[in-house]
């Protein structure tokens, strides 16, 4: 069993039950024990009986004892409402029938306790009226008071409760729903309704309450545990649920309906949670789940794909990604450029099959809205390469880049240790570090496709054109502050850092600052301190000096 499902069960043991208490006689929690107020043992999934008085509830096990219980709890007030009935909505097509299951379990008190609780009553002293030493016992019976309460809280303290299984309840409907009916060994109430939607769908609503009422709401003995209700598909299939025909007012919110409009739920859950299992396309179940949990997938960033008549298409090119060739020279001229003309196509194959899904009457402006910024995105790293392929003072800024980007990441992984035999991880004791000369292009590190994108997307960028800083990475960042250099070198030969704003000598200090390389402004720099990229050694002296 996973780790997650380990704490899964453990907080539904805890929160829902059973699982809280000691096992019974059976040696399972089935028919688990718990020890003192049953009101505190769990929190989620119960049903309450209805209170026959308006009072207040004030909580507590006893009726006739809350007062007393409840004045050593502060938390006794934190459920003023309590809930006695949940239920569930579920849309199902005409002629269908759906089986409804039902599902219990009470705690009763065990003699052992009743009998403790009653013999810690009968302990009190009483006075009789009229007596010689009636003054005298007036004071004895209010100094004995505090004691009197604690010991009859101390008796519930004690009070141990075993749990029982109720009955399941097993119910058949169709379309016309069912009237209400007794369930659960009489303790609760079955009410299925239905309404007919415009579409001749049917709506069924689902509906538990516990019919037992009490003095007070909290009475432990009449409160159903662990209650849960399962519809099951017998003929026919349980249908997304209905969606409202509203059209969100911000273009933000349209768009998100556009792409998460498919992702509807089948059932919606009143007073509880809902779950359902979805197996090729159709929903078998239905069910209430108190304590709702999701698995959140890992993002997946580096998998591009078309489908294309029901059938998947990834793009072939994947050593494209690869940073050490771009990085190197050994992948540039018209071989990059047609490698990267064959990732835009694609891009286009995927732009038209989403003009092919089907949208909703009212959201068809906003999907074509959102086309078109992917046209424009298409049509603009188009451009990119384009100048990559005809200026080649942008060609080599884009390797350089790239590079510096490579040699980023080789320290990056170095500094923490990623990839060591020895499993050892930074910062690291003083000779544990690995100095040796790093080799570069031996680094298999792998651009994810968006951040290649973007390099094509700041290529046709104009070098006057201020940059936003907030939406841009570390690698487009370099990538502008070397091309802008580059094309102004012409008017400014003797000075490197003549082309570059202030906005990007700033951005940059920024950078080579986490990064930890020194860059003084000293110029072009002489050909006697030329820098081996691929052993990282310095010929003059320091290997971070540029």
Known sequence: MLGRDKILEEVRARLIGPGLGEPGPSGTHADEIIDGRMSLAYMMGMLFPRAEKTAPDLGGDEAEDASDEDAEDPLSMSNAMLPSAMGMSLCVARGSRIRIKVEAAVYSPLEEGEEASRESRENVPVVEPGSRENAQAADVAVETLPEETSERSQGRRNQRWQRRKLEPSVHEVGAAGLEPAAILE??????????????????????VSNSGEAKHARSSEQTLYQVSILAEAVEGQVLKYPAARYVPPTDEERELRVIYGEQRPYAVGHGVATDWKVDDGRCPWVKTEALPTAHVWRPVFDNLSVSKDGVQH???????????????GELSGDELTTRLTGLVDFYDEWIASQAEISIDGELASDAERMLRRCRRSAERMRQGIEILRGDQDAARCFMLANRAMLMAMSHSARASGRGR????????ALG????????????????????LAFFLLVLPSSPERNYPTGTSSMSSGLLRAAVRPRRTSSSRPSSFSGGVSSRERQAGDRRNQSLHVPVPDRGPVPAHRRHDLRHGNDQAGSSHEW
């Open 314 to 328: 990834t793009f072939p090119d994947e050593e494209l990604f690869r940073v050490a060739p771009l990085a190197s």
């Open 432 to 451: 544990k570090a690995d100095t040796d000369a790093i080799d570069y292009f031996q680094n298999t590190a792998k651009w994810r496709p968006f951040q």
């Open 421 to 428: 035999k020895d499993g050892l991880q930074g910062p690291f």
């Open 186 to 207: 009489q303790r609760a109430i079955l009410e299925v309704l239905s309404r007919t939607l415009p579409d001749d769908d049917v709506l069924l609503t689902i509906s």
